[in-house]
């Protein structure tokens, strides 16, 4: 029922938007194992019969290369927050031209290459723009959104999801020392600076 709900509020905010010459960006925020790809996509089935574009973007087709976001000297959840992606290259060269219906030049990760490849994106103006990923309230990003929802889902529940999917990691207990190292800090760092379940527009609980 939520999924329907979601998508006549962000229909609503579509058709009522401020700026009619640029599309609406919608955050869709949640840590790892939240359901945010599935949620992004059944909202999109939802949309399909509205009169705009749909447009998604995954945060993780963005991260940069491995010799950026490993073995850098940090700690491991810090290069997994600051270093994953390029901060402020994705502001400057994807969210604010995006805000500004400028042309995007994006980057995208190829795993079997581990290299950045840039691409056109075409941009249409009468669209809705879904941007799922973590951390995508933090400082340097929020005020970019026009709406933000945070898929609010029980850590037991994440853990049991990550773990059971993650094989591309290794065994379970490759997944469960990277998960303790890398990920759940970082996370938590997310949750006690940003608080992201306090300012985002619309918290979903996933039960």
């Known amino acids: 029922m939520f999924v329907i709900e979601t998508a006549e509020t962000l229909y609503n905010q579509f058709l009522y938007r401020s700026n009619k010459n640029r599309p609406l960006i919608v955050g869709i925020d949640g840590l790892g194992g939240a359901g945010k790809t599935t949620f992004v996509k059944e909202v999109e089935q939802e949309l399909k019969d509205c009169n705009c574009e749909v447009r998604i973007y995954h945060l993780d087709e963005h991260i940069v290369e491995t010799s950026k976001r490993y073995h850098t000297g940090f700690e491991e959840w810090y290069e997994y927050y600051y270093l994953q992606w390029d ?5 400057n060269s994807f969210l604010v ?5 400028e042309n995007l030049q994006l980057p995208f990760y190829d795993k079997s290459t581990d290299s950045i490849s840039y691409r056109q994106v075409e941009l249409f103006t009468n669209s809705i723009v879904l941007i ?14 026009d709406y933000v929802i945070f898929l609010n889902c029980p850590f037991e529940l994440r853990k049991e999801r ?3 999917r993650d094989s591309y990691i290794g065994d379970y207990h490759d997944r469960m020392k990277k ?5 759940w800090p970082a996370e938590k760092h997310y949750l006690d600076t940003i608080r992201p379940d306090r300012i985002a527009d619309l918290v979903i609980s996933i039960e």
């Open 97 to 101: 031209p995006l805000r500004n219906s």
């Open 179 to 183: 998960y303790t190292e890398r990920y």
């Open 87 to 91: 901060i402020s290259g994705l502001l």
């Open 162 to 164: 990550v773990l059971g």
């Open 132 to 145: 799922e990923g973590i951390f995508l309230q933090r400082k340097e990003w929020k005020s970019i959104f």
